[in-house]
């Protein structure tokens, strides 16, 4: 779940709503984590990873995403955690499901009907022994366009390229950096109006977490220690978004369709490990 969204639900900025997930606590700034702390983190990141993988392999049309949704929380508690999404804010489910123009945040509901050709976004977090794991894919169902394997495949590509950016002494933009130039090398867009975050004890930790080259945020070196949800959105149209009625779903001005992958990582003394890694 990306993180100016919630920074705004949290400065009441979108109205009041009641918090019925996993407690939110004081936020102090970058926050390094112990190996204690890392250890819970991996069992947090391995959930989400498990239940991710679960679904890729499940999802096939005529499912509704009420459907998902509900495969999903039920996996969650089952190894032993809380859905750190549900209730975050008032949010309504475990899972965020978007399909093909919808950008992120997208409602999960029995209505709607994943179609052949569709291309869904599947986001979600774990709560494990007071810590987050956080992480999403974009699932191409049955044939899809060209176009659309591409847009997912270049998503999926610039997530690797700015994690390969990740290690002490390097900063936010050269992982900003490295998304930004992938995606508009082949032609597509970089989302501005969300990032990735930092994620522990909360779902939502500093730093913001860009995908684009910004004076705007702050550009803080990286440090062994820290663990970020990097998450970069792209659309195949223009970058613009419109948040729906509902105050949660987010899709594409222009209707074009959009992709999102997303890992928790933790940065090491020479690189990054992916916790959220699906092929453990």
Not at 166 to 190: C, M, R, W, Y
Request: proline letters at 3%.
């Amino acid at each position: 779940m990306s993180k100016l969204f919630a920074d705004l639900l949290s400065s009441g900025a979108l109205g009041k709503q009641i918090n019925q997930g996993p407690r939110i606590q004081q936020r102090r700034g970058v926050e390094i984590k112990s190996s204690r702390e890392v250890a819970i983190m991996r069992k947090a990141s391995q959930i989400v990873a498990t239940v991710l993988r679960e679904i890729n392999e499940m999802v096939e049309p005529g499912q509704s995403t009420k459907d998902l949704d509900k495969y999903a929380e039920t996996r969650i508690r089952e190894m032993g955690a809380v859905p750190s999404f549900k209730g975050y804010h008032g949010f309504p489910a475990s899972i965020c499901s978007s399909i093909n123009n919808e950008v992120v945040h997208g409602i999960p509901s029995s209505k709607k009907i994943i179609k052949r050709g569709d291309l869904l976004k599947v986001d979600t977090g774990a709560y494990f022994d007071g810590y987050h794991g956080d992480s999403c894919i974009t699932i191409c169902v049955g044939d899809v366009s060209d176009e659309a394997k591409q847009l997912s495949r270049v998503a999926q590509e610039s997530l690797m390229a700015g994690l390969a950016q990740i290690k002490p002494q390097n900063t936010l933009l050269d992982i900003a950096g490295a998304i930004e130039d992938h995606v508009k090398a082949h032609g597509f867009s970089v989302v501005e109006d969300y990032t990735g975050h930092g994620v522990g004890r909360n779902l939502h930790e500093e730093p913001s977490v860009f995908n684009f080259r910004t004076t705007e945020l702050p550009n803080i070196q990286l440090r062994s220690g820290m663990t970020l949800a990097v998450e970069p959105i792209l659309n195949a149209g223009s970058k613009a978004c419109r948040t729906l009625k509902d105050g949660w779903t987010v899709v594409t001005k222009d209707n074009s369709w959009s992709a999102q992958w997303e890992h928790t990582i933790l940065v090491t003394d020479d690189g990054c490990e992916i916790l959220t890694d699906r092929t453990k």
